[in-house]
């Protein structure tokens, strides 16, 4: 191995320090331009050669058999070590990169462009790699379920759907404006514009036939819905699959609250009992329990009532009511469109739903819905399954201005009253087995109420105003069935006896006669206002004024008569939503201990309330009794959150027998906890 020679002049001395003459090396290293400046400091020799291909140089001598170090011997080590901490840098940076580049590639996956997403993940697949593999450097927010109507399947066509073709203005396509749509806009609603101009200037806009324009403006003067019944046909399945998923859900309907049943003998029931507070703060979410059930922001819950198998109702904003059976398997009919079918049964939000019992007199097990275009309806499964389109008021079956517009559902527990709200602080009765009402409602035989019956259940008693500004809410005391809780936008719950609203009768009288057995104030525009339906005749209610409030009687439920009903908590609740989520409903829990309402931070908050003096609990042993008495009313049990829970979720239902709650959010999607 070859010595380094120190760099010092024949006299001993160092460069630069007097000597007679440079030595060569100083003089080698000044005409490089690397030599030492007069600092006194030994020149710094040039950097090791590197070897190709990356390979590392040549291991150094052993301390046994290396030279005494030398100065210049120091400096080349430095250097060497520099270049392997620029090597090491390298790599980093090339590690940050390829981090950087998978990152980039998950937020183009996200957005769903067509090509773009299939050239991605075939070059992944090429690679090996999947997305589950890079989602420890991706982002960490899951993204969210695409089960039913928002998934793609190859026969939806969107994979081969063709662009819309683009659309190029008036003035770049150098065609002179016409005059008509100069003219501007008359007026502005929900449904579109109005041109000044009309017929004439859509055509000129639209490039089109300005008889077709007239026939579309002359169809907007038809009535908002259909006036016949709708068939069982699904917008996301086939005919197979929708005549498939009605028969499962008839024999569902046949074998409910029936022991051996044939709907029992299919499948063992599932034992259950209604959870509680404490219950629902140990439900999980899993991945499979979440899927796109409506199109558009879910306003309506509602679980089938008398059956042990999971069927869930969601409707939403768009008028779109869905059926999901959550436990459908991959050999089921309902498995291609992952259990869920949905229905364009109304034109706009749909209000107010209500599926009945097997202890209705009328209409057992129908899915009840009403909506803001004026209309109500019920899907029979009783009989041929169709969406029937229930009896309304006179009024109501015109067209335009004259067509109401209902903001709140109610119906009773026996199906034969159907109570209404509208924005202007009207309540509308209608007898659903009225005369009028047999034709629409296809009579199925039953034989008419005795006195006993009629006296628990008001007949239709035409309309009454219960309120100064739109109703929100409507909900029947479960126990009493004539006390009726009336939330609205005026920031007041009132509390009816619908046997005195009678007097009121209908058309100029409105009311007159009626008066409110409470008014419990709210300081801002009450939402939602849910009766406990163990009996302990305690009231519920959401407000945007940031609470929940609870409201008893002192008196207790035997003595309570609705009003006595007074403020006995008040809990506070962040209830500002905003414009695109749909507004909180707190409700009940399925054991009437605890309420349940989503919260801002994408969770389901549970909050224990306690029983009231009618009521069982969740817990039936003494112990967990106590532990329960002992917690303080107005406490948060729990937050119920997960990764697959990927938005707020606004409206909650919890299952009436089995220890199941789902949540919606305003993007349609429903998760069931469990």
């Not at 790699?129 to 026969?155: F, W, Y």
């Amino acid at each position: 191995m070859p010595t380094v020679e120190p760099d010092v002049d024949a006299h001993g001395g160092s460069p630069g320090s007097g000597g007679d003459a440079p030595s060569v090396a100083k003089r080698t290293s000044q005409r490089r331009g690397s030599g030492p400046k007069a600092t006194g400091l030994p020149p710094r020799p040039p950097p090791p050669p590197r070897t190709r291909g990356g390979a590392k140089p040549s291991p150094a001598p052993s301390p046994a058999k290396a030279k005494k170090p030398t100065a210049d011997h120091a400096a080349s080590e430095g250097d060497a070590s520099a270049d392997e901490d620029a090597a090491n840098g390298e790599e980093d940076l090339d590690k940050e990169r390829a981090a950087l580049m998978e990152r980039n590639r998950l937020m183009l996956l996200q957005l769903q462009i067509p090509g773009l997403v299939t050239g991605l993940a075939a070059e992944a697949k090429a690679k090996g790699g999947s997305r589950a593999d890079s989602a420890g450097s991706g982002s960490s927010r899951r993204q969210a379920s695409q089960r039913g109507v928002g998934s793609k399947r190859a026969r939806d066509g969107s994979a081969d759907a063709e662009p819309a073709p683009r659309r190029v203005s008036l003035r770049v396509r150098g065609v002179k404006a016409d005059e008509a749509l100069a003219a501007g806009i008359d007026s502005e609603t929900a449904g579109g514009v109005t041109l000044v101009a009309g017929a004439r200037a859509k055509a000129a806009a639209t490039g089109g036939d300005r008889e077709a324009a007239e026939a579309e403006d002359a169809a907007k003067n038809k009535p908002l819905h259909v006036q016949d019944e709708l068939p069982f046909r699904s917008e996301n399945g086939e005919e197979a699959s929708d005549a498939a998923f009605l028969s499962g859900l008839q024999r569902q309907v046949a074998g409910a609250g029936r022991k051996g049943g044939e709907a029992e003998a299919e499948e063992p029931p599932v034992k259950g009992h209604p959870a509680g507070g404490r219950d629902v703060a140990r439900l999980g979410l899993k991945e499979k329990d979440v899927a796109k059930v409506t199109k558009d922001g879910t306003t309506q819950l509602a679980w089938l009532p008398g059956s042990q198998r999971l069927l869930l109702a969601a409707a939403d904003k768009r008028g779109h009511v869905a059926l999901w059976d959550v436990d459908a398997g991959e050999g089921s009919a309902a498995a291609e469109t992952d259990g869920v079918l949905m229905f364009r049964t109304h034109d706009d939000h749909v209000s107010g739903m209500r599926w009945l019992g097997p202890e209705a007199a009328v209409g057992a097990h129908r899915l009840i819905t009403a909506s803001y275009d004026g209309s109500l309806r019920a899907l029979d499964l009783g009989g041929a399954g169709t969406w029937l389109r229930l009896p309304l008021p006179a009024a109501a079956s015109g067209a335009g201005a004259d067509t109401p517009e209902w903001s709140a559902l109610e119906v009773a527990a026996d199906g034969r009253t159907a109570l209404l709200g509208d924005p202007q602080g009207g309540l509308t009765l209608l007898d659903l087995r009225a005369p009028a009402a047999v034709e629409a409602v296809k009579d199925e035989g039953a034989e008419a109420p005795s006195a006993a019956a009629r006296a628990g259940v008001v007949e239709a008693a035409g309309s009454a105003t219960i309120s100064d500004r739109k109703v929100n809410c409507l909900h029947l005391e479960p126990s009493g069935g004539h006390l009726l809780a009336a939330a609205s936008t005026d920031a007041a719950v009132r509390v009816w006896d619908l046997r005195r609203l009678r007097g009121g009768g209908s058309g100029s009288g409105h009311g007159g006669a009626a008066k409110a057995l409470s008014v419990l104030q709210h300081g801002a525009s009450c939402h939602a206002a849910f009766w406990a339906h163990d009996g302990s005749k305690r009231l519920l209610s959401t407000s945007f004024d940031d609470t929940l409030r609870l409201w008893a009687d002192p008196a207790g439920p035997s003595a309570a008569d609705g009003s006595g009903l007074t403020q006995a908590l008040s809990m506070p609740h962040n209830n500002q939503t905003g414009r695109w989520v749909v507004p909180f409903r707190a409700v009940w829990s399925a054991a009437c201990d605890a309420a349940l309402c989503g919260n801002m931070k994408r969770g389901l908050d549970v909050i224990h309330l306690g029983t009231g003096a009618g009521g069982s609990g969740s817990s039936k042993s003494p112990k967990k009794a106590d532990k329960a008495a002992a917690d303080a009313p107005g406490k948060l049990l729990a937050a119920l959150s997960s990764d697959f829970l990927t938005a707020i979720p606004s409206r909650a239902a919890p299952h009436p027998t089995l220890p199941v709650v789902v949540a919606s959010t305003s993007s349609g999607r429903c998760h069931v906890f469990r």
